[in-house]
């Protein structure tokens, strides 16, 4: 490598660092102001949001740990059911969301969020089948929330069933005229149809 390459590597490096540190506090700024436009409006007891909370990974991996161990020690406690799926379901562990949500449900068959959330979890999971049955039993229990319409659509959508997912979109339709839902799900049982 002769002198004249050198030093244009050296400025090409430098120039790079010089970018990449910009780049990393304006990003860093941008974070900030967004959480603290976040924490406006929020209660005065309000835990902090965002990077201020972000804590020691060591100590929120032993909260975890501690969170799924009671769960799993206290099969009769529902709401350690309820917090162990959500964790498994944030970090896209899906079956072990649903073992957990299962429990719960045993627990309090009659609970509707649980019901909803079998049917949100199965759904992510692509578990089209047992979202659709969770989703419908979510519906009998309170046959207007469109969020559990907009579930059916989907999963029925999932499962290539055209003739309920008409229905189930319908049922949205009805629910909610200016879903933003219901184009794409048009669109897909249009494509199911054909």
Partial sequence: M????LLFAIIGLLLGFIVGFIFASSM???AQTQTASASQ?????HPPVGAQSAGDPAAMREQVTAQIAKARNEPENFDAQVQAANLFYQIQRYDQA????????????????TVANLGLVNLDAGHFDQAEKWYRAAIK???DDERT???????TLGKGDAKAAADAIAQLEKLNPSSQDLPQFKE???GLKK
Avoid: C, H, T, V
């Fill in 149 to 155: 319409a907009a579930g059916l659509a989907a999963a």
């Fill in 2 to 5: 002769n002198r004249e390459n």
């Fill in 141 to 143: 229990m309170k046959s």
């Fill in 28 to 30: 860093s700024q941008k």
């Fill in 98 to 113: 649903i073992e957990f949500l299962l429990r719960a449900n045993q627990l309090k068959p009659a609970d509707y969020e």
């Fill in 188 to 190: 897909k049982l249009a």
């Fill in 41 to 45: 409006g929020l209660p005065a007891d």
